[in-house]
């Protein structure tokens, strides 16, 4: 599981089920575990504490900005 934080003020975003070993470019929906602070602005996610712009949403996933975030934690391998 991975911590998803913002890397302009380390809050925190999300959870999420990163399943392999690549790269974080999208997260899908349905593998974001638990929401922190996080605000949703028509289809943009952004940091709820500095407003840094951390992905677009479409239906089933977040397309990620990688300057946007950082993460710790594990990655899941099949
Ligand atoms: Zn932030």
Redo the contacts with the bound molecule.
């Keep these: 599981m991975l911590t998803i934080k913002?890397?302009?003020?380390?809050?925190k975003l999300f959870k999420y089920e990163k399943v392999g070993s690549g790269r974080v470019l999208r997260c899908w929906k349905n593998k974001i575990t638990r929401a922190y602070n996080i605000k949703v602005v028509e289809d943009k996610l952004f940091?709820?504490?500095?407003?840094?712009l951390i992905g677009r949403i479409d239906d089933k996933k977040v397309d990620m900005i990688s300057e946007a975030f950082t993460y710790t934690g594990t990655k899941t391998t099949k």
């Design positions: 913002c890397s302009k003020c380390k809050n940091c709820a504490e500095c407003d840094n």
